[in-house]
């Protein structure tokens, strides 16, 4: 285990501020109108918009899906969809208005080699039948007039720079045989061997491992000191805008409505919409209690919006906000607010309570003191004993899963998390026999599931036993409505020989569409539509409401809120509490996001290639991690408070600190309820730092 400090403690940001806008703006956004014309309609996308960035800066832009993030700064780089119109404003850069440029080879002059773009998804943004050094060495060759041999060494020092090894290999390798970490420091890499001014990045740690993320934000802002460059993050991870951001602003339907330093908008947020994604942090919220989720749904940008857009989820809305568009109010000369509750004649309201928690520098938990949980009269639900899982045979055999050992009792929450490709999935496939199991057995209410089982026996496993898929789109029959996709299931088991008949009817049969529709928190119209008419939340409310038709008692929940916003996030999360609560569920709850499974989770196993390293209820884990992976895995956790992000230390995990030549690890329960893997020498240590 090596340490390494990721951002010295005690940041100035007033300093920083002073430094910032000591000059003028680099680009120059103002009153930028952008339309789709979409079925003949017009959608008003981007709605007179400004914003200021500065040299050298990190400004973050963050809201929810839908907002204009994307794009807003698409704009800054010629990249807006056809169907799109840049309808009224200006953006300025370098005496040049971005916002009248037309010819496609004027944009090449500043596209890449001025600014530049880091796009969200490094698998589609890569060529995949170019191999990497090839991909890196074009945008060397046409942005730095490099050639041959002097290309090819540049392509290998940027490989380098961006933390890839073995450049030479690498660089004759293609887009598939990288991890996606490795793949979003390939994206980088192109990126920045253009040399740009600005690097617009636009959710580059989506869906990476806490980990991997802290790697990638450590190398932008790496590479963002070396070229002095200034940074636009784009993000809805607002533990990734407390790690790297100067500035922040907040868009909300196709406007930025808040805008200051960090330490502004996290500590003294003006408008409600930016206290609403403050306070639906799972960080912030208090185990057993509901997290604080916005209500209702973006306006429709088809429509004339009258008034403040957040006005109609807005539960402390003032009159005048239904009626009339505020203007941006000063709170600072670097904090401004698009609100009326900046106007002096308006009534004083307090911030919530939630976040306020942001500043107290003691909080190491979500205001959740450890309960240890009896499990002496617990009945074991689901009980997985040495599994083992592999794929392939001969010399490309891999073991995916291997000796994996835990029970899950009735009505809890348990929880898997790990990195990609530690087998987390594997295992909440392999136990409910979509993957077959190589070795060990899974037992359901005590009776074996594994292998060769009885058809009731299956059957009583399909009813009882659902899974949520990680992503929502490609989880759903896009061709198919929602009413089918719900009841698929009932639909494909209702004439199984020895399976119980749930309906009798078409029309007792939509009843138990609709109910389990109403249950998830969707409208009974929306049956009839079609998946891509959803958001994303909205997707995974579907995916859910198509497990709870079946009247399951477990349910694997696969990664199921990693791609959604924070405030979509919380709703998902609330819902899914709900139902345990209603429905007496039991989850078996995988993700990567250790601060979402501490805030759901009575227990948490943490895996490792593989294997399971340790094992604790949820607090107790968080208090006491005693294996050097798990400790590794706690301290790249984003924390929301920006002094406490940047004063934090990183951890490395060296599995070469294990030596098992002689001295074999066991699955050893050190402390009541409290699991480690390792061997006597390690156990000995874990116990005397429990004691301490």
């Not at 009980?383 to 835990?406: L, Q, R």
Request: glycine share 8%; hydrophobic share 40%.
């Amino acid at each position: 285990m090596s340490e390494t400090v990721m951002k010295t403690p005690g940041i100035d940001f007033d300093a920083r501020a002073k430094q910032i806008l000591s000059s003028a703006p680099i680009l120059s956004a103002t009153d930028v109108e952008v339309q789709f014309t979409l079925r003949g309609k017009k959608l008003n996308a981007i709605r007179r918009c400004s914003l200021d960035v500065y040299d050298g800066e990190t400004l973050a832009i963050v809201g929810e899906s839908g907002s204009g993030k994307s794009v807003f700064t698409k704009l800054f780089v010629g990249m807006l969809d056809k169907n799109g119109t840049i309808t009224n404003g200006s953006i300025m850069y370098d005496g040049k208005d971005l916002a009248q440029i037309k010819d496609e080879n004027e944009w090449r002059k500043i596209r890449g080699r001025k600014i530049a773009m880091v796009t969200q998804d490094p698998m589609t943004s890569l060529n995949p039948l170019k191999t990497i050094g090839r991909q890196i060495q074009e945008a060397i060759e046409v942005n730095q007039g490099l050639h041959g041999a002097e290309a090819k060494k540049e392509t290998l020092r940027m490989l380098e720079a961006v933390g890839i090894p073995d450049p030479e290999r690498r660089y004759k390798q293609y887009p598939h045989e990288f991890s996606g970490g490795m793949r979003q420091r390939v994206v980088i890499a192109i990126a920045v061997a253009c040399k740009p001014q600005i690097l617009i990045c636009d959710e580059p740690t989506t869906a990476l491992d806490v980990t991997i993320q802290a790697q990638i934000l450590d190398l932008i802002r790496r590479l963002q000191k070396e070229q002095g460059m200034t940074i636009i993050y784009i993000t809805h991870d607002l533990g990734v805008v407390a790690n790297v951001a100067d500035r922040v602003a907040v868009m909300y339907a196709g406007q930025i409505v808040e805008i200051g330093m960090i330490n502004e908008i996290f500590f003294d947020a003006r408008h409600p919409y930016a206290w609403a994604l403050l306070s639906a942090l799972p960080q912030l919220g208090v185990k057993g209690e509901k997290l604080p989720a916005i209500e209702g749904t973006p306006p429709n940008l088809f429509n004339v919006i009258h008034g403040d857009s957040f006005a109609p989820r807005n539960k402390r809305a003032l009159n005048i906000d239904f009626l009339e568009e505020p203007p941006m109010f000063d709170v600072s000369p670097t904090h401004q607010a698009k609100t009326w509750m900046l106007d002096p004649r308006a009534p004083h309201v307090e911030q919530p309570d939630t976040i306020r928690r942001l500043g107290d520098a003691h909080r190491n938990t979500a205001g959740y003191k450890a309960q240890p949980l009896d499990y002496s009269g617990r009945e074991p639900l689901v009980e997985v004993k040495n599994m083992e899982v592999t794929f392939g045979t001969g010399k490309k055999k891999f073991v995916a899963v291997n000796d994996v050992n835990f029970t899950i009792y009735r009505g809890e929450t348990f929880s898997l998390v790990g990195e990609s490709g530690s087998g987390k999935t594997t295992i909440g496939r392999a136990i409910v026999r979509i993957n077959p199991i190589t070795n060990g057995e899974v037992l359901y209410k005590g009776r074996r599931i594994s292998g060769k089982i009885s058809r009731e026996l299956d059957n009583e496993v399909i009813r009882n036993m659902q899974m949520i898929f990680q992503d929502p789109m490609a989880s759903l029959n896009e061709r198919a409505k929602v009413d089918y996709i719900i009841a698929e299931g009932l639909i494909n088991q209702h004439n199984k020989q020895g399976f119980k008949q749930d309906y009798k009817s078409k029309e007792e049969l939509s009843d138990r569409i609709q109910n389990a529709l109403e249950e998830v928190g969707l409208l009974p119209e929306f049956s009839s539509r079609f998946p891509h008419e959803f958001s994303g939340g909205q997707r995974q409310r579907i995916g859910i409401a198509r497990s709870l038709i079946m009247q399951p008692e477990f349910i694997v929940a696969d990664e199921p809120i990693s791609a959604l916003d924070v405030s979509i996030r919380a709703q998902v999360l609330n819902l899914l509490n709900d139902l345990k609560a209603k429905r007496g569920l039991t989850y078996l709850f995988i993700a990567h996001d250790l601060s979402v499974v501490r805030f759901i989770s009575d227990r948490i196993a943490v895996i490792h290639k593989g294997v399971i390293v340790e094992l604790a209820e949820s607090e107790e884990l968080f208090h006491h991690p005693l294996h050097p992976y798990t400790k590794a895995l706690l301290s790249a956790v984003p924390n929301p408070n920006p002094y406490l992000e940047r004063a934090k230390k990183l951890l490395v995990y060296d599995p070469s600190v294990h030596d098992y030549s002689v001295d074999k690890p066991v699955w050893s329960e050190i402390a009541p309820g409290h699991f480690v893997y390792g061997n006597e020498r390690e156990l000995d240590g874990y116990r005397k730092e429990l004691n301490q």
